[in-house]
T-cell receptor, first 115, second 109 residues
Framework: NAGVTQTPKFQVLKTGQSMTLQCAQDMNHEYMSWYRQDPGMGLRLIHYSVGAGITDQGEVPNGYNVSRSTTEDFPLRLLSAAPSQTSVYFC??????????????FGSGTRLTVV | GQNIDQPTEMTATEGAIVQINCTYQTSGFNGLFWYQQHAGEAPTFLSYNVLDGLEEKGRFSSFLSRSKGYSYLLLKELQMKDSASYLCAVRDSNYQLIWGAGTKLIIKP
């Protein structure tokens, strides 16, 4: 099925550990982004990419890295996990730049707990 | 600063109509989106408004007034499956989305 695939769905990390959240889309979308969702807050943009080889910071980039070597993949790396990074992470894509009238397609999310 | 306000929670009865409001203050405006998010799932796109007025899509309608910085999502003939959070998001002058915290809608039989 066409869409955005995120892995893993659940993860528990110890403080200081690193990990990579995977995101892949098969819709040939140029624009991809990573959000975190915390209780009582709106989705917050971490990093985004407007095409292969191009990435930029969003609202809350500290502690996270991204790369975009192909159109399909946009992994998010946590460099040294902290309890403040406990959250639900969503990858989202759209066909042309930040979403126009067709909105984003979201992945199913990764629930990350840092202990 | 940029701000999107929505009620935290609303309750409605199956078969009834409910209106979820969203007010916004953003640096520029390039469209407003509504998304539905069931518990434990990803948001899914519902509607998009860029001009003033009402957009209708089946049981769901969305209204926009740019001069008032105001939108609402109207859900008719409520069904139990409509129990979800509804997220309002505004695309600002940099074409990035600013998200509200969402309105949790509880449907009672």
């Amino acid at each position: 099925n066409a869409g955005v695939t995120q892995t893993p769905k659940f993860q528990v990390l110890k403080t200081g550990q690193s990990m990579t959240l995977q995101c892949a889309q098969d819709m040939n979308h140029e624009y991809m982004s990573w959000y975190r969702q915390d209780p009582g807050m709106g989705l917050r943009l971490i990093h985004y990419s407007v095409g292969a080889g191009i990435t930029d910071q969003g609202e809350v980039p500290n502690g996270y890295n991204v790369s975009r070597s192909t159109t399909e993949d946009f992994p998010l790396r946590l460099l040294s996990a902290a309890p403040s990074q406990t959250s639900v992470y969503f990858c989202a894509s759209s066909s042309s730049g930040p979403p126009h009238s067709d909105g984003y397609t979201f992945g199913s999310g990764t629930r990350l707990t840092v202990v | 600063g940029q701000n999107i306000d929505q009620p935290t929670e609303m309750t409605a009865t199956e078969g009834a109509i409910v209106q979820i409001n969203c007010t916004y203050q953003t640096s520029g405006f390039n469209g407003l989106f509504w998304y539905q998010q069931h518990a434990g799932e990803a948001p899914t796109f519902l509607s998009y408004n860029v001009l003033d007025g009402l957009e209708e899509k089946g049981r769901f309608s969305s209204f926009l007034s740019r001069s008032k910085g105001y939108s609402y999502l109207l859900l008719k003939e409520l069904q139990m499956k409509d129990s979800a959070s509804y997220l309002c998001a505004v695309r600002d002058s940099n074409y990035q989305l600013i998200w509200g915290a969402g309105t949790k809608l509880i449907i009672k039989p």
